[in-house]
Structure formats: C-alpha cells, structure tokens
C-alpha cells in the first residue's frame, strides 16, 4: 500500500538529481530493492509508471534490482543469505538471527542524457 | 568500450569511427552517475528533527502499532486514566478518518491531536511534525503516537520515536509475528492485549512469544488486559523505567 508513496518519492528524488547533474533527459535510473525492505516489486513496478506519467521522466526506464538479504547467526557468528526475518542458522540450526543486509531501498544510479 | 581515456565510450555497444580516429564517439552523449540515496531519505530525515527534539526535551515518543481492533486505544485511555497526576501525557492519534479516537482520549484530559491520513496507510516523520507543534509537550513526559491500524507499512517509516510498541490482542492468530515479520522485527516491546479472554479462546500464548522471538530475538513482552487492568503495571513499570532518562 505504501509503494506509491515510495514511487512519489522515487519520481521526485530522479527530478532532482537529473537537475543537479544538469541532464537533459533521463534514460534510466537503477533502483536496489532488499528482499527484506518489505517493499513489493510488482506494486513499486506499477506504482512506478503511474507516478512518472505526465513527468519529465515519464519515458526513464526504472530498473529494480533485487538484493538477497543477509544475516549472521548470534549464537555461532556464521553469515548468510536469508529469505525472511526468522531462518534458521544453516550451520548451528538455532533461530537467532541478526539481519546484516537487505532492508535498503535506494537509488543508486541514473544514466542521464546532457 | 574505450581504455584510452574518457571519451564516454565506456559500455557503449555502438561506437562510430572515421579512419584514422583513435577514439569511438558513442552513438548518444548518455553517462551513468551514482547517487546512492536513500528513497526514505527525507521520511529519515525530518524523523530524526522530530527524534532530536524529543531527546533534547525529555520527551519519551512512543509509537505504537498494531492491526485495526487490537485495542490501542482502549490501552491509552486506561494508562492514561491510571498514570495522570504522575506523569504528563499527549497523544497523536493516527486514523484514516474521523475524530473518534481523538475524541475518547481528549475525554480522559489530555491533550490530543488527531491526523486523519485519508488514502495514507501509516503516519510519517512530516505527520507527526506537524502534529507535535500543536501540542504543549512538558518535559519529562510520554507523547503516544498512535499509528493507523496496519502492521504493514507503518513499519517502514520511522516518526523520530524512542520506540516502537507492538500491540497483538488474542482475539488475533498467534502466528501473526510470523505473517508481519517486519512489524515485530522494527519493535521493542509487544503488548499481548486482551487476555481477560484467554480461557474463551485458542490462543497460544507461548507460541506466540515463540514466532515473536524468532523475528526479533530481543523483543519483550508484557500480557496485559486493558478492560481489566491485569498486567497494566507492568507495562507503567516499563514506562517509568524509560521516561524522564
């Protein structure tokens, strides 16, 4: 329910670095989505279109790259790639997970045209 | 792709050269820059304004959330009733619509704000901001912030909080720590509410504090009834231990 917020604010943060780099056009922006930013692909996919329409970005790509999440056991210290917020270590097999990676949401470039 | 100098040509498929010419000039003048920025970044920053003052003011802000009916409201109007005298108290109550929340709590004496987010599913950090300069916040004392009904979204956003109190009545599964992990994962304490029903239902408390801790290994619990008042000073005991510090 919250991806058009975050498409908003996606559409408005790419209007403003594209102005201070002083782009003409917007080609493509890359977007890093963690597995565990509770964040649907699909639905900021859509909310995406929606929010760019009738903008001056209404043509950029908006790439969403998935990032696996990761965590490190508390008990036994081993790292690992997660899918939730309650894995099970793969090493010791106690449930105490500190989650390391995977919760961001970020631009992280944009491919401009000057 | 050009390893020569900085022609732009980097990654570039197309490139077009005349004899003689040592570097490809790409077919479009495109660059890629970095930004790296946070998508929250100004939810994170207003927020942490808010989170600022509070501190600066001794202020304890608390957000609580929970699925619509796990009664938060019910919980404020008790605490507030059974603290009042001992420790100032303002509510921000957050509703989709209407002013019903905001009108039971004011009932009790305090001094509340309501925010009706219409479309919105959660407060933000702007919200609360907003909010905050219509209440007389004293020092040394507790603003509740009561966020809209969804143990979803209002997850993501942070409002400047000390923190999060997560609310789960037994009327509800007690698997939903498992089927709202973010929720329980973001919170500092989880109030089980409602247990004056307990011998009506199927409720496992156990299993929920179980599905609880395995989101969030420090997570704590009070089990509580705010009909009743059973297990209420432990949460004012919780309360008292964090205000005023």
């Known amino acids: ?114 | 792709m050009c390893d020569s100098c900085d022609c732009g040509g980097h990654g570039e498929k197309v490139t077009f050269r005349k004899p003689g010419e040592v570097h490809g000039i790409p077919e479009q003048r495109s660059r890629t820059v970095r930004v790296e920025v946070d998508v929250l970044a100004k939810n994170e920053e207003i927020s942490a304004r808010n989170r600022a003052y509070f501190e600066s003011n001794d202020i304890l802000a608390l957000n609580l959330v929970s699925s619509p009916g796990s009664g938060k409201t019910t919980i404020l109007e008790r605490t507030i009733r059974d603290m009042r005298g001992r420790t100032p108290m303002a509510v921000i109550e957050g509703d989709q619509q209407t002013l019903r929340d905001a009108e039971r709590i004011g009932a009790t004496g305090v001094e509340v704000v309501q925010v009706n987010t219409g479309a919105g599913c959660h407060l933000d950090g702007s919200m609360v901001h907003r909010a905050m300069h219509r209440l007389t916040l004293a020092p040394d004392s507790i603003l509740f912030i009561e966020n809209v009904g969804n143990l979803v979204c209002p997850a993501m956003f942070d409002l400047g909080e000390a923190a999060k109190v997560v609310i789960i009545s037994v009327t509800e599964g007690e698997d939903k720590p498992q089927k709202y992990p973010q929720m329980f994962a973001a919170a500092s304490l989880c109030l089980i509410n409602k247990i004056d029903l307990l011998p009506h239902l199927d409720f496992d408390v156990g299993a929920c504090r179980e599905f609880a801790g395995q989101v969030n290994p420090k997570l704590e619990f009070i089990e509580i009834s705010a009909t009743t008042g059973e297990g209420m000073e432990g949460w004012y005991a919780w309360l008292n231990g964090r205000v005023g510090r």
Not at chain 1, 45 to 58: H, I, K
Not at chain 1, 60 to 79: K, W, Y
Not at chain 1, 83 to 105: N, Q
Request: hydrophobic content about 45%; overall charge negative; glycine content about 6%.
């Open chain 1, 1 to 114: 329910m919250h991806e058009m917020f975050l498409a908003m604010s996606i559409v408005e943060q790419t209007r403003a670095a594209a102005a201070a780099e002083g782009a003409d056009r917007v080609l493509e922006v890359e977007i890093e989505v963690g597995s565990l930013a509770g964040v649907m692909l699909e639905s900021l996919e859509f909310c995406l279109e929606a929010a760019a329409r009738s903008t001056p970005v209404a043509d950029t790509d908006f790439r969403l790259l998935p990032v696996m999440a990761s965590g490190r056991c508390s008990s036994c210290r081993n790292s690992f790639e997660v899918d939730s917020f309650f894995a099970p270590c793969p090493a010791c097999g106690k449930v105490d997970l500190a989650i390391t990676g995977g919760r961001e949401l970020k631009i992280r470039s944009l491919t401009i045209e000057d």
